[in-house]
């Protein structure tokens, strides 16, 4: 598939036509699974913006929700794992009236898993070629047990970090703090119900044929419903 296809940058394009002279332009990129995409993989983009433009003279003109190859997720969740032509699609689907972030299928379409450091590097080089006279930081968004996890607190690889808290990573708060340019916090301020959206309670629900409404949106669940069987539990 062309790059013009797998990164669309008709929304990118479009706010750095109105982008504020005196702001740094900014675009996010977050990599996982997305199996299956549901409302915090989307939230955590508006409140990443929210908070940098609030305390920093950043503006995020665009960001990018790029789900993983099915290598990695097939090793990670084995039989519960999507393919990635569901996966990519229901990104688009949850994306499709977001009013800066799209889905990058590049990832996805490579002929083998490209950690997030690599996937977040292409897509600066990609988006500084297409944009040579804006001047765009790159930032890689993440949540905070990712950012302990993976050691993320100094940046990375001179790309900087933004990581979002949610209920529950109290612990892993307290060893982050912000470094401008390099590192950034970011308080969520959900409450733990809707923090607590994940991949896993879709699938679970799912699998039960519980609705899963409030988790996913109407366009991702009908697609799920549609195209993706859920896996039953298995009697014991």
Known sequence: ???????????LANHLKNRDPAR????????????????????VFDIAKAHLEKTHPLQVVGGFLSPSHDNYVGQKLGSDSIESIHRVEMCRLALASHPFVACSSWEAEQPRFVDFPGVTIFHQRHLREQFPDANLEI????????????????????????????????????R???????????ESGLDLARANASSTEVRKRMAMGAPIDGLVGPAVASYLHRNVPPRRPEKR
Do not use: W
Request: net charge positive; glycine share 8%.
């Open 1 to 11: 598939m062309a790059l013009v296809e797998s990164i669309p940058l008709e929304k």
């Open 24 to 43: 740094k332009p900014v675009v996010l990129v977050t990599t996982g699974s997305m199996c299956p995409v549901h409302h915090m993989h989307v939230s």
């Open 139 to 174: 930032m890689y968004l993440c949540g905070a047990d990712h950012a302990v996890r993976c050691m993320l607190m100094n940046g990375m690889r001179g790309i900087p970090v933004v990581c979002v808290s949610r209920p529950g990573s109290e612990r892993h708060m307290e």
């Open 176 to 186: 982050l703090q912000t470094k401008d340019g390099v590192f950034y916090v970011v």
